[in-house]
């Protein structure tokens, strides 16, 4: 069983991530492959269980809002990619 | 290679440096040495960082001087490279960090430094943490020394092929499906992964957040002990991490386990299991025996066979999440020849990530999306509560849970890169122990066809000490962590 070229294209563009055609064609055989693997959580009866999102019984941790020196400007923006004065410089998001 | 190198363990170390029969500059200058002669055939180090780990060893010896010393005082260790270093790169193997230099130290880096031990290198690991061999790293391969065809394991692969081929005294890993435990087995190391929250994940690269914990790679369990003295307890930058006390943890150390009750779960001794692997695994089953502990065989656990899909879901759609944020905007690679900003961000992400980063993100997409949440990730959380409660049972019992690290001995460099399935399956005896968030140590346990073989053992939360005094009582009757390969 593979994946269809359309379901590959779907999942990647969900995360946003280019792929070449040859990615494409590689993800249709392994993910179906792993996705296989997956069926034996099929039998298992979880009827009534909860789920667990993270295994040490905390939440919501709350602390004093209190200011604290944070990073200086140069610091933060030291591994832009590209900048404009003391702003990040992104591409258009409307054209 | 026949370079004189210096062969210690944390204590020992200490010994030398408190009573001055060494000074620091010199212990470090000799493991810089180490790495300049062996890691060009090992590759366990993807920075050396000599300038400043020399700065720190004179700083270390002033510390010395002024009887200030504590045990992990002016000695060297490597740190794997997705824990964040200020001014240092911090890569984690990944094209897309190839650059990134942290404004920050991790909450583990600054403890280190706290301490005064002297950081010599960031380690080589797979990309963004994913992998078991180091071959998804976007640099180079790591070596095992014990076999330079085969792999270290992963994916702290350079922080145990770095430990076991002595260019360091000890070394930080992190684990999130048993990327400590598995390459200390494959390297004859011992490896330590803490109960979730132990130890603060501030300034570790995130891979899966529910899983991710940073832990020693030592010659032995009493330096085990040592680092966990360090680098454990809470930390308000990470609202994650465990308000529970730290013991000493070399307090507990004893040389007897009279009155211990350890089981071994049988669905760990899995199909495929190379013989020889078993036979040592066994072996060292019947030392723990010797040493007083009651050992019960054939506890079942039914529900690990399970534990491969729930990891597979839960870890990659965690890191589709974690990942999101390397899109070219704030730091790390961009693909900026463009003025279209989705293209901008598809090709950051299809240039910047490797192979299999990208096929968790797809993984854990598809896992999430709409019309397959119910079936599948909401499904791995369910099954997630049922390994939980079956290791709470077998706790009740047992004071620890005995397995193999991994079911077969250090495979080839480049047999199972084309098969992600078979790769993952040699995760398969580490996975459930970060899917319930308890404690696991991987120790030497002696070797099968001349290659090291990993014995895990499993506790409840915060039974660390358990871990370590179990480990310790092993490595008093055994000298498997004092065997060295020919580097």
């Not at chain 2, 992990?72 to 964040?84: E, H, R």
């Not at chain 2, 890993?173 to 979730?196: E, H, L």
């Amino acid at each position: 069983m593979k994946l269809s070229r359309e379901e590959v294209i779907h999942i990647a563009a969900l995360a946003r991530m280019g792929l070449s055609e040859a990615e494409i064609e590689k993800a249709r055989e392994q993910l179906a492959d792993i996705l296989e693997n997956f069926e034996v959580l099929k039998e298992v009866d979880t009827a009534n269980v909860p789920p667990t999102a993270q295994s040490i019984n905390l939440s919501n941790v709350m602390r004093d809002d209190v200011p604290r020196e944070s990073l200086a400007v140069e610091q933060v923006l030291a591994n832009a990619p590209d900048r404009e004065d003391d702003l990040f410089k992104l591409r258009p998001v409307l054209e | 290679m026949t370079d004189k190198h210096r062969d210690l363990t944390i204590h020992a170390a200490h010994e030398l440096l408190k009573a001055k029969k060494i000074s620091s500059v010199e212990l470090t200058q000799d493991y810089l040495a180490r790495i300049k002669a062996v890691d060009p055939q090992v590759r366990a180090v993807l920075t050396v960082t000599a300038e400043y780990a020399l700065e720190q060893a004179k700083k270390a010896d002033e510390r010395i001087a002024a009887g200030k010393a504590q045990p992990l005082t002016g000695v060297p260790f490597l740190i794997k490279d997705n824990m964040s270093t200020k001014g240092i790169k911090t890569t984690c193997g990944s094209k897309m960090l190839e650059n990134f230099v942290p404004p920050y130290n991790a909450t583990v880096v600054e403890k280190l430094h706290g301490a005064g031990a002297v950081m010599v290198g960031k380690a080589n690991m797979d990309e963004y943490a994913m992998g078991s061999s180091t071959e998804n790293s976007a640099f180079f391969t790591t070596h095992n020394p014990w076999d330079m065809s085969r792999v270290p394991g992963g994916s702290s692969g350079g922080s145990a092929a770095g430990v076991a081929a002595n260019e360091a005294v000890f070394a930080l890993g992190s684990d999130t499906g048993g990327s400590i435990r598995q390459p200390a087995g494959f390297c004859s190391v011992t490896g330590f992964k803490p109960t979730y929250g132990r130890v603060s994940r501030y300034g570790l690269v995130a891979f899966a957040s529910s899983l991710d914990q940073i832990g020693p790679l030592t010659k032995d369990a009493l330096d085990s002990a040592l680092v966990m003295n360090v680098i454990s307890g809470h930390d308000p930058a990470d609202s994650t991490s465990a308000a529970e006390p730290v013991p000493d943890y070399t307090k507990g150390l004893t040389k007897d386990l009279k009155g211990m009750k350890i089981g071994i779960p049988k669905e760990y001794f899995v199909e495929g299991m190379q013989p020889e692997v078993d036979a040592v695994v066994k072996e060292a089953i019947k030392q723990l025996e010797a040493l007083g502990a009651k050992v019960e065989w054939g506890v079942s656990l039914p529900q690990t066979p399970h534990a491969l899909a729930v990891y597979y879901i839960i870890a990659p759609s965690e890191a589709s999440a974690n990942l999101a944020r390397y899109d070219g905007s704030k730091y790390g690679y961009a693909y900026l020849d463009t003025d279209n900003m989705w293209e901008g961000m598809e090709k950051t992400k299809q240039f910047g990530f490797g192979p299999e980063v990208k096929r968790r993100i797809m993984l854990g997409n598809y896992a999430l999306s709409s019309g397959y949440y119910d079936a599948y990730y909401l499904k791995a959380q369910k099954v997630r509560t049922l390994i939980r409660r079956e290791f709470d049972a077998a706790f009740e019992k047992y004071d620890a849970l005995v397995t193999p690290t991994s079911p077969t001995v250090p495979f080839k460099i480049g047999e199972r890169a084309d098969d992600p399935l078979s790769m993952y399956l040699s995760d398969v005896c580490t996975l459930p122990v970060n899917i319930a968030g308890i404690p696991g140590i991987s120790i030497p346990a002696g070797f099968a066809k001349g290659l090291p073989v990993g014995l895990q053992i499993i506790g409840k939360s915060f039974a660390e000490e358990t871990l370590l005094k179990i480990s310790y009582a092993f490595q008093q009757v055994t000298d498997w962590h004092t065997k060295r390969p020919e580097v």
